[in-house]
């Protein structure tokens, strides 16, 4: 069966600080995988898709970066955080190709403090 | 401009007794819809979807329903137990299956089962 996994689960950083979350899927090949966050009070926002390795695209602008340097593999990176930052953010994953249902990994904590 | 919208924030059900949770949409091209259930601190987890060709889809104690005139679907839980406790979240996308599951998700309900 497939799972998502991301790390860290929590985080604290100052303000201008990097950010790096990582998250992997297993049990499944050329997944589509993507980023969302929560900010507090709102719904999931789309941060981030790719359809492949290195194929990255961004659905909103902002001050953060995504990479996809593996299959299964999908990075969330900042060189300098804002305090509007701050949130919960997930990675996700769908069938490649197609597949309209995604499956949520376990969430990230991030507090810009 | 939010596309998909829960307008209901809470609803509070007492255990046993059925559970609607309501969205609504405006854009036209949306034609697939999910709801996802999120505990705290945790990733939202799939309930159940419906494509718009279909107006009515039912898995075990979940039903969702969609009515494409009134850009309207609910999800209906019956009999609502306390582990349902949680936030549900209505989301859509377009162009079948295209889109590569980019979701466009409402706010969320906070559901309160008491027992």
């Known amino acids: 069966s497939q799972t998502i996994h991301q790390w860290p689960a929590t985080l604290v950083q100052p303000v201008g600080s990097p950010l790096s979350l990582e998250c992997t899927v297993e049990?499944?090949?050329?997944?589509?995988l993507y980023w969302y966050r929560q900010a507090a009070g709102r719904g999931l926002q789309l941060l981030f898709y790719?359809?492949?390795?290195?194929?990255i695209s961004s659905e909103v602008p902002q001050n953060l970066s995504a990479s996809r340097p593996q299959d299964r593999q999908f990075i969330l990176s900042s060189k300098k955080l804002l305090l509007s930052d701050s949130g919960f953010y997930l990675c996700?994953?769908?069938?490649?190709?197609?597949?309209?249902?995604?499956?949520f990994g376990e969430g990230s904590w991030l507090t810009v403090v | 401009d939010q596309q998909v919208k829960q307008n209901s924030p809470s609803l509070s059900v007492q255990e046993g007794r059925i559970s609607i949770l309501n969205c609504d949409y405006t854009?036209?091209?949306?034609?697939?819809f999910l709801w996802y259930k999120k505990y705290p601190a945790e990733g939202p987890t799939f309930l159940i979807s419906?494509?718009?060709?279909?107006d009515k889809n039912e898995d075990g104690r979940f039903t969702v329903f969609l009515n494409k005139s009134a850009k309207h679907l609910s999800l209906h839980i019956v009999p609502s137990q306390p582990g349902d406790s949680a936030v549900y979240f209505c989301?859509?996308?377009?162009?079948?299956?295209?889109?590569?599951?980019?979701?466009?998700f409402g706010q969320g309900t906070i559901l309160t089962v008491h027992p």
């Open positions: 854009n036209s091209m949306f034609d697939y």
């Open positions: 996700a994953w769908s069938v490649g190709g197609s597949g309209n249902t995604i499956y």
């Open positions: 049990g499944t090949s050329n997944p589509n």
């Open positions: 419906i494509s718009s060709i279909k």
């Open positions: 989301a859509a996308s377009k162009d079948g299956g295209t889109s590569y599951g980019k979701l466009t």
């Open positions: 790719s359809v492949g390795i290195g194929q």
